[in-house]
């Protein structure tokens, strides 16, 4: 049994493709998925797939139903990068004791194509099934087969095997990269536009100095509007204000006034007022009327007097005000606020194009800096890269060798590219050189699809001893093998699954003889709808799949003894 620590517990699905309902008990170990073609193991992949981030595709949703729903049970470690992240999307797990947690993940897609994912319990972007799959699980099938082709994913799996104190200088190595490719970029910027800013500092001091020269004050435009009003409508206002005020007193008229007509209306109640008090009151308001157009009388007078004799003088001053004014917020408006405002923001811009030069200087010396060091720390990581691919190259040619491939040889090579990378300087290819006297070529020239899975599976076993990830996942990884190859993978799966998690989507009975666990996808029929169902196989059962694996019957006598002799063998080899 393992000693792995993490791992997907149990898969529970409804209503993708074949499967109507299901539930995966997987657990630590090596876990064979089995089953007549058709019966669904495509969909027990494409449901990891969905829990891991991949693209939800609507045409998986069984025919008829309105959604199809995945749920993956993990046990993960209580504390580390896993948790923060479930936790900052708003999840949480349940603690387990033992420095374990139950993580649960699960994803629904509509017949629609609407998409919804849920981590610990909270709903969640498919992104973040996508950053936690990446920590949790790696799935190799045909297309990972072909990614493996790749130089970036080749470089990789170098880095992996190099282990993690290696990780640790790549992201040393990358935060200064990154550091001098932006500080490098900026200077560039500012070297180049140099020029521009310059002349953008000049127009701007000039423009500062202009708006200093007028000196506009907050709220000025509209009171010079409303006193060229004023200034324009000068005689009218005298005029107006000269007769009120003759209306009211007539000072230099004999005719009757105002004032006149409510002191004569004011005596003649006073007069009468003792024998009616009713008139009392009225008597006393004419008297305040009479005080009240007093008072007015005086106040035009005041006014008549302010008004300026030389107004054409001062109504042309205004004008030459406002039309400065104006000529400062056509240029810098598009009002007098904003005009008054780039004096505040012209200064700190001033500021930053007046410390370009300084900047430049300084970018100039980091930039400098950083590239010694980009270097030298890229040189550190070739030198450990190369050393690492030769015991990478050796150790992989050791299990092709036990993979029924004793003549072929893994060659990788580490090669300086011209230009610096976030990775380093260093280009990886894995190579396959298929028997002694041939000219090693790379993994997508040289090796078939056969040979390309178990190149894959070796690199797997290898690098899991410095580098274990918490759980394999392998589609068929067995295609186009068969006889000793098969049993070579199903023992190296086993080996592998010492320190991981594996499961393996399978057609041999070689390679399912290995499992720990051993799952079979059932076929049924309700007549149109085909459904399928998941059952964990032990005893007589498992010995009837295997027998079915080996000869396509699964009561075959010769089939049965075959089977037993194969389950027999590979528990003796755990």
Do not use: C
């Not at 997907?8 to 008990?25: H, K, M, T």
């Not at 909270?122 to 920590?135: K, M, W």
């Not at 390679?511 to 309700?526: I, M």
């Amino acid at each position: 049994m393992s000693d792995v620590r993490g791992g997907i517990e149990e898969i529970s699905i409804r209503d993708l493709g074949v499967i109507a309902d299901a539930s995966l008990p997987l657990g630590a170990g090596f876990t064979a998925i089995t089953g007549e073609t058709g019966a669904g193991k495509t969909m027990v992949v494409s449901a990891l797939g969905l829990l891991l981030g991949e693209r939800a595709d609507t045409g998986a949703v069984r025919v008829g139903s309105p959604q199809a729903w995945v749920e993956g049970r993990w046990r993960v470690a209580d504390a580390g990068d896993v948790v923060e992240r479930v936790r900052d999307a708003g999840g949480d797990v349940d603690e387990l004791g033992g420095g374990e947690a139950e993580l649960v993940l699960s994803r629904s897609v509509s017949a629609e194509g609407r998409s919804r994912a849920v981590v610990g319990g909270r709903g969640a972007p498919v992104s973040v099934l996508t950053e936690l799959g990446g920590q949790l699980v790696v799935v190799h099938g045909q297309s990972d087969q072909i990614r493996l082709r790749s130089a970036v994913a080749q470089r990789e799996a170098l880095d992996r095997f190099a282990g993690p104190g290696f990780a640790e200088r790549v992201d040393t190595y990358a935060q200064v990269f990154h550091r001098w490719r932006d500080n490098r970029a900026e200077l560039d910027e500012l070297v180049a536009d140099q020029e521009r800013r310059a002349r953008e500092a000049d127009d701007l001091r000039a423009a500062m100095s202009e708006i200093e020269t007028v000196a506009p004050q907050p709220g000025e435009d509209d009171e010079l509007t409303e006193r060229a009003e004023r200034l324009t409508n000068l005689e009218d206002l005298r005029l107006a204000a000269a007769g009120a005020r003759e209306l009211l007193s007539a000072e230099e008229s004999e005719g009757a006034d105002a004032l006149g007509l409510l002191d004569n209306a004011r005596r003649q109640l006073e007069r009468v007022a003792p024998h009616d008090a009713e008139l009392r009151p009225l008597a006393e308001a004419v008297a305040n009327a009479n005080y009240l157009v007093s008072d007015i009388a005086a106040q035009l007078s005041t006014y008549l007097a302010a008004l300026d004799t030389d107004g054409a003088r001062e109504l042309e001053v205004v004008q030459e005000r406002r039309a400065e004014l104006a000529g400062l917020v056509r240029k810098y408006g598009p009002g007098l606020d904003d005009v008054i405002a780039t004096l505040e923001t012209g200064s700190l811009r001033l500021l930053e194009l007046d410390g370009d030069a300084d900047r430049i200087d300084e970018l100039a010396r980091e930039v400098e800096a950083d590239a010694a060091l980009v270097a030298e720390l890229a040189a550190d990581l070739g030198a450990r890269r190369r050393e690492a691919a030769q015991r990478l190259a050796d150790a992989v040619s050791d299990e092709l060798a036990a993979l029924a491939m004793p003549d072929a040889r893994i060659v990788v090579e580490v090669t300086e590219r011209e230009e610096y990378t976030a990775s380093g300087r260093d280009q990886v290819a894995i190579l396959l050189r298929p028997h002694p006297g041939a000219e090693p070529r790379p993994l997508g020239k040289g090796a078939s699809g056969g040979e390309l899975s178990r190149v894959m599976l070796a690199i797997e076993v290898v690098i899991a001893g410095s580098d274990p990830v918490p759980t394999f996942i392998f589609d068929e990884i067995d295609s186009g093998v068969g006889g000793a190859s098969a049993i070579e993978i199903g023992r190296r799966l086993a080996r592998l699954a010492e320190n991981s998690q594996v499961i393996v989507v399978t057609h041999l009975a070689q390679v399912a003889a290995f499992a720990t666990n051993h799952l079979t996808v059932v076929k049924g029929s309700d007549g149109a709808v085909t459904e399928s169902s998941v059952r964990r196989l032990d005893g007589d059962e498992r010995i009837a799949e295997m027998a079915r694996l080996l000869s396509g019957l699964p009561d075959s006598e010769s089939g049965l003894a075959h089977a037993r002799e194969l389950v027999e063998m590979a528990a003796a080899a755990r």
